[in-house]
């Protein structure tokens, strides 16, 4: 077992061991918040004698909740990690309502409806009102007033204007829609969780101990439900960053430290100052840009390792271009360092995720391994999403939109129109749509809208279909077989039903069908992970909570199955979770949001364009120096910011004014890293790895090929006639490789 305070400073042992009761921990980037965080988990279980089951760790990824188990269990002995309540709010708050939200009316099985579910039903109603709203945005505005706790009819008595009035109408509708469905949105989990332990303090007067990592990006219901979480004791532990406040658009408040100090009066406060991530050169860089936000406090913050080799910045005339730059320097680096590196060690962080494309097809066609993280996600891809909804179906059957996206899917010749007309029925009526639909497949429906005998066949197969699962399901829930067994086995059982692979051939290009039926197989594979690791007890957030004291336990839950519990880890994925375990060597391609708390050895910024980073469209300037910031601060041992001289979006681009300042005078180098003996032994030792020998790198120097450097101009003029590699590279541009409207397709 490691010891809790190995490789622990003074001032993180303080943050480990003290005994304040409201304790918060806030400093820059790499400065070990994390280390401490999870050290102090430990310290709370193994030295104040507190039961795993009582502690509340929130983190703000899946991905980091995984890494911090990993690490408990490393101090604490494998298996007790399992009983932390540990994972994001929103997981945390799911668990809590699967659990105990009978007792405010939550019905049992309610499912998750992700971001394009919750689209889907906006533009709905847009279309069903001809309204001239665009349904982006009244998502993204609906969720804002949810995270201030604005009713449709709050927000409706207090408006005047007749657009106003138009998104009200649009926003009741939402919430009706969902209650329809049985959904609840990632908003509704917090809102709904807060009104839980609101009115039902019990279900978590177990708790001891509550600690939130990355807390400057909590909105004020995760305030309010950090609060309730420690109501009986309040024993907290909040880490964070002021630096590294990038989730502003999404209503998370900066102000909720201040509210913190002011709400706790007795709190205590540590900081940190040694930063054990990146080199001094990073980090200094790093600091020049956030430096240029006046309005900040200006914070201490020392390397501890060594300087290393500047950061490169690089213009390059387009963004193909940069993208075969960018996977040319990745290869040049693993061979130049003899191979000191490994692909995971290499990340590319996107401003958006649209950046991705041509990255994308660059590392696909240099047959470079790689995951897309926070992307197009992998459970969007058609012939995943698809496939999910007959589940969702078949374990909530009132899942409306489900059933609207899958009826015609494949083809049944059931029209858009008919579903529109089963829909308003349901309305009337106030049945579900599925309800509706059986009957109007038996036959039963009052003939409103003559139905054409093939459609009523299609009815009748689709119905048949899901009972049949349905039987299933339930038949293999009572037989108590296998989970594992009975969940891959659902989901092979529904691909014949459904003929899908032939459906997938019929549907898209030949050359597509292998990518997407390895998606099929993927997500297969995912099911059995899953239930395996409910079989053995594991999962942060599947687990059943402990039963609330004096709490009436009739009614409740027992323990979900591993269908519900599949559909509510999909829901609540963050990220595009190709489950990699660790030994395949992976690339990272992650936008920057969803790499926050991450690391990786070599960092790329690709698009540093001013309309990209700063985005066009963001209302914070401030708050798009601090993504770049955090974007920077990812890298261990080298950064590579690099800006297209043009883009899809604009025929010319001008630097990001967040480099192109007097400040980053002389930090960056347009060289690149020289990669020289002396350079990979400081690399290794920032990475705490042993360098390779001398002779071995004079090798790789000897044979690498240098005539890149041509390739690459460092000012990011267009080539001159003279430079023939140049006009070489730019005829494989990918865009004149692959017409974009195939691209889509494939995306989608
Ligand atoms: P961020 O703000 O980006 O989330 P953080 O403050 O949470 O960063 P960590 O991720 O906890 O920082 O730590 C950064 C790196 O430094 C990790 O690799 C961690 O293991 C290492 N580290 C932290 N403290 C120490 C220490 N005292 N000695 C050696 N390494 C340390
Ligand atoms: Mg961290």
Redesign the pocket.
């Known amino acids: 077992m490691t010891s809790i305070f190995e490789?622990?400073?003074a001032n993180?042992r303080d943050a480990v061991t003290s005994p304040a009761s409201v304790l918060q921990v806030l400093?820059?980037?790499?400065?070990?918040?994390?280390?401490?965080l999870t050290s102090r988990v430990a310290y709370h279980i193994d030295h104040d004698g507190i039961d795993p089951s009582n502690i509340l760790v929130c983190t703000f990824t899946i991905k980091a909740a995984r890494e911090m188990k990993d690490r408990i269990s490393g101090f604490i002995g494998q298996g007790r990690e399992r009983q932390l309540i540990l994972g994001t709010f929103h997981s945390i708050a799911r668990r809590y309502l699967v659990t105990y939200g009978q007792y405010i009316g939550i019905p049992k099985h309610f499912g998750v409806a992700d971001t394009s579910d919750s689209l889907a039903m906006i533009k709905r109603i847009v279309k069903n009102e001809k309204l001239g709203i665009e349904p982006a945005k009244a998502r993204s505005r609906i969720s804002r007033l949810k995270a201030r706790c604005i009713s449709p009819d709050d927000y409706n008595t207090s408006s005047s204007r007749a657009e106003e009035h138009e998104f009200a109408l649009v926003y009741g509708g939402y919430e009706a829609s969902l209650r329809a469905s049985n959904l609840l949105d990632y908003d509704d989990l917090l809102l709904r969780c807060k009104d839980l332990l609101y009115q039902h303090p019990q279900c978590v007067s177990n708790l001891a101990a509550v600690l939130i990592d990355?807390f400057q990006d909590t909105n004020l219901v995760q305030f309010d439900l950090m609060r309730l979480f420690a109501q009986r004791r309040n024993k907290i532990t909040i880490?964070g960053?002021p630096d590294?406040s990038i989730y502003g658009f999404r209503s998370a408040e900066l102000g909720n430290l201040k509210k913190m100090q002011e709400e706790y009066g007795d709190y205590h406060l540590i900081n940190?100052e040694?930063n054990?991530?990146s080199s001094q050169a990073i980090l200094e860089t790093a600091q020049q840009i956030i430096e240029q936000d006046e309005s900040r406090h200006s914070k201490k913050l020392r390397a501890t390792h060594c300087r290393g080799e500047r950061p490169t910045f690089r213009k390059i005339p387009s963004a193909a271009a940069e993208a075969r730059w960018i996977i040319t320097e990745i290869k040049r680096c693993r061979n130049l360092t003899v191979k000191l590196l490994g692909y995971s060690d290499f990340a590319i962080l996107l401003r958006s995720a649209f950046l991705s494309r041509h990255i994308e097809s660059e590392l696909g066609k240099e047959g470079i391994p790689y995951r897309m993280v926070g992307g197009v996600k992998f459970f969007d891809r058609k012939e995943v999403k698809h496939v999910l909804d007959y589940l969702r179906v078949v374990h909530q059957p009132d899942h409306n939109d489900a059933i609207v996206r899958i009826i015609n899917i494949p083809l049944r010749k059931i029209s858009e129109a008919t579903v529109e007309a089963l829909l308003q029925e349901a309305k009337e009526d106030r049945l579900s749509l599925w309800d509706v639909v059986r009957k109007a497949a038996r036959g039963e429906r009052r003939p409103r809208t003559k139905l054409s005998s093939a459609t009523q066949k299609g009815l009748e197969t689709f119905t048949s279909v899901i009972l049949t699962l349905q039987a299933r399901q339930r038949a293999s829930t009572n037989k108590n077989q296998s989970e594992d067994y009975s969940l891959k086995d659902l989901i092979e059982c529904l691909l014949k039903k459904l003929a899908w692979k032939e459906y997938l051939r019929k549907a898209h290009p030949e050359e597509e069908l292998e990518t997407r039926w390895a998606n099929v197989q993927e997500l297969i594979a995912q099911a059995s992970e899953i239930s395996a690791a409910i079989s053995q007890g594991e999962g942060f957030m599947e687990e059943t909570l402990p039963p609330a004291e004096g709490a009436d336990q009739r009614g409740l839950l027992p323990s979900e199955d591993a269908l519900a519990i599949f559909l509510g880890n999909v829901a609540l994925s963050t990220e595009a979770e190709r489950q990699d375990d660790g030994t395949t060597e992976l690339v990272t391609v992650s936008t920057i949001h969803a790499a926050?708390?991450l690391?990786w050895p070599i960092v790329f910024i690709p698009a540093a364009y001013d309309g990209s980073i700063p985005h066009s469209r963001a209302e914070d300037t401030d708050e798009e120096r601090r993504l770049l910031y955090v974007g920077m601060?990812?890298a261990q041992a080298l950064l590579f910011i690099s800006c297209p001289m043009k883009s899809s979006q604009r025929d010319q681009t001008e630097l990001s004014p967040f480099i192109d300042d007097p400040s980053t005078a002389g930090y960056f180098s347009p060289q690149g890293p020289t990669y020289d003996s002396l350079a990979i032994r400081s690399l290794a030792k920032i990475l705490h790895r042993s360098p390779p020998s001398e002779e071995a790198i004079e090798e790789a120097r000897a044979s690498a090929d240098l005539v890149e450097d041509d390739l690459w101009p460092l000012d990011g003029e267009e080539p001159t006639p003279e430079t023939s590699n140049w006009d070489a590279f730019l005829g494989q541009d990918i865009d004149t490789l692959l017409p974009i409207t195939k691209r889509r397709k494939i995306e989608n």
């Open positions: 490789n622990l400073n993180q400093a820059p980037p790499g400065s070990g918040k994390t280390k401490t990355e880490v960053d590294q940190l040694e054990y991530r926050k708390g690391e601060t990812r």
